[in-house]
């Protein structure tokens, strides 16, 4: 079965930082890009960033850049999304997701998604 399973979500008050990870199960995301979203109380899911198969590739929201950075371990089948300077704003449900090209997650959304961490941040 195709996992991908989100953590590291919480309360963290506004300027905070946290760490979330997606550990990948089931098959190989290596020749995937691997990507974030979220989605937050009463909006529609949006794109947070995306990282090529290789590492080479990212994209970020403009919301986020420059305050996220995504990268991915292969050795642990494992993506990550490092958030700082956090803003009340980016209170939301973050979910992982992989897609063939971190371009076709940009554009499209994933082909697999995880069920989601919920991060609260505190003003």
């Known amino acids: 079965q195709v996992q991908l399973v989100e953590s590291g979500g919480g309360l963290v008050q506004a300027g905070g930082s946290l760490r979330l990870s997606c550990a990948a199960s089931?098959?190989?995301?290596?020749?995937?890009?691997m990507g974030w979203f979220r989605q937050a109380p009463g909006k529609e899911r949006e794109f947070v960033a995306a990282?090529?198969?290789?590492?080479?590739?990212?994209y970020y929201a403009e919301t986020v850049r420059g305050r996220f950075a995504i990268f991915r371990d292969h050795a642990k089948s494992a993506a990550y999304l490092q958030m700082s300077s956090l803003k009340p704003e980016d209170t939301a449900v973050y979910y992982c997701?992989?897609?063939?090209?971190?371009?076709?997650?940009?554009?499209?959304?994933?082909?697999?998604w995880g069920q989601g961490t919920k991060v609260t941040v505190s003003s």
């Open positions: 990282i090529s198969w290789s590492g080479s590739v990212r």
């Open positions: 089931g098959r190989s995301f290596s020749d995937d890009a």
């Open positions: 997701a992989a897609a063939r090209t971190a371009q076709d997650m940009r554009n499209r959304g994933g082909d697999y």
